[in-house]
Each structure stands twice: as structure tokens, then as C-alpha cells.
């Protein structure tokens, strides 16, 4: 799963503007399931944090709020 998460990342960043966030919501979802199953892995967290930080910059700031209460 977080090698899927990893593929959507980068996907994501070369697709079309009005595309990028659905392919990395696709990732989000992959790398949200990895972090559940290894709770521990570190890179799970990672893969979680990158996506959001891209959905984050891709949607701006007020849109992206709904990102902040996962993280805490």
C-alpha cells in the first residue's frame, strides 16, 4: 500500500490541474490504510503527511482546514 501511495504522489504532480487532487486523494486513501495496518511505520506517516502537504498547496489554505484535525 505504500508503494501505491508513492505512485499517486507522483502521478498526481505530473496530471492535469483539475485531476492532481483526485489522484492524490486515490494516494491518501493507500497510504491512510498502510498507516493503520503498521501503525509504527514511520514511512506510512510519511506518505500520509506528503499527500496531505500536496492536497494542502493544491487547494489553499481555507479549503484544505479539513486536513488539520487527521494530523493532531
Known amino acids: 500500500m505504500i508503494g501505491l501511495a508513492e505512485v499517486h504522489l507522483y502521478l ?4 492535469a490541474e483539475g485531476e492532481q487532487v483526485l489522484i492524490w486523494e486515490e494516494g491518501l ?20 503527511a506528503s499527500i496531505m502537504g500536496r492536497i494542502g498547496n493544491a487547494q489553499g489554505i481555507f479549503k484544505s482546514l ?7
Open 12 to 15: 498526481g504532480d505530473y496530471a
Open 66 to 72: 479539513f486536513l488539520v484535525s487527521p494530523m493532531l
Open 29 to 48: 486513501d493507500h497510504a491512510q490504510k498502510a498507516a493503520e495496518l503498521e501503525s509504527q511505520s514511520a514511512e506510512a506517516h510519511y506518505w500520509v
